[in-house]
């Protein structure tokens, strides 16, 4: 069974530029989980989509958005980018929401802003 | 609000002896909890979880963890560290309410030296 994928690896971008991630969780999972992880304030809950409808949503700037298609993929748009967007970008998967399942994790995306 | 604390930035152990990562966490109602491990340049891979149950709970690659209600711990050990298992370590609490979805809170990470 394919593990969570995430595209591209690495991405470097300019302040003010925006850009997408993309996801495909586990096949059969419809949840799907954004964190972002920085030395500074480690890892951050973004948000979470389950059947198309973002589930929950962390503290971040409504630059940071979302959406999940109906074959579960998601995708992670963040507009006018700062330098402090820079980060590591982690998708995880599971088959319920709410539930005790654990998550499964892609390995993530680098994002540089300069 | 949940909340997880892991107390050490960097623990450092010989090959052979045994491994404690520590982790205290604060939740409103009853927890799910795991723990996860991260190796450089990777995402994080899935040890164990406690969910209901037996204190001890044992994961993958020799791991066990062990549930303390009482002083809302659940510490991560390993009887006999390999150098392989150097790597970062995250604690993490979710609700079990699930008002919050799938919503993890992580600790800071503990990193986990093993010295030949």
């Known amino acids: 069974k394919a593990g969570v994928t995430q595209t591209p690896r690495y991405l470097i971008k300019t302040r003010g530029q925006q850009v997408t991630l993309s996801c495909s969780p586990i096949?059969?999972?419809?949840?799907v989980s954004w964190y972002q992880q920085t030395p500074g304030q480690g890892l951050q809950f973004l948000f979470e989509?389950?059947?198309?409808?973002?589930?929950n949503k962390g503290n971040f700037p409504g630059r940071f958005s979302g959406r999940q298609f109906s074959n579960s993929r998601s995708e992670m748009n963040v507009s006018t980018l700062e330098l402090g967007d820079s980060a590591l970008y982690l998708c995880?998967?599971?088959?319920?929401?709410?539930?005790?399942?654990?998550?499964?994790f892609g390995p993530g995306t680098r994002l540089t802003v300069l | 609000a949940q909340s997880v604390a892991q107390p050490e930035d960097q623990v450092n152990v010989a090959e052979g002896n045994p491994l404690t990562v520590k982790c205290t966490y604060s939740?409103?109602?009853?927890?799910?909890l795991f723990w996860y491990v991260q190796y450089p340049n990777r995402g994080l891979q899935f040890l164990l979880k406690?969910?209901?149950?037996?204190?001890l709970v044992k994961g993958s690659y020799g791991f066990e963890a062990e549930f303390n209600k009482s002083q809302t711990s659940f510490h991560l050990k390993k009887p006999s560290a390999l150098v392989s298992d150097s790597a970062l370590y995250f604690c993490?609490?979710?609700?079990?309410?699930?008002?919050?979805?799938?919503?993890?809170?992580f600790g800071g990470g503990t990193r986990v030296l093993v010295k030949p």
């Open positions: 993490a609490v979710r609700d079990m309410m699930g008002a919050a979805g799938n919503k993890l809170t």
């Open positions: 096949s059969g999972h419809r949840s």
């Open positions: 989509y389950f059947s198309e409808t973002q589930r």
């Open positions: 939740v409103s109602g009853n927890p799910y």
């Open positions: 406690y969910i209901t149950g037996d204190n």
């Open positions: 995880a998967s599971s088959f319920r929401t709410s539930g005790s399942d654990e998550q499964f």
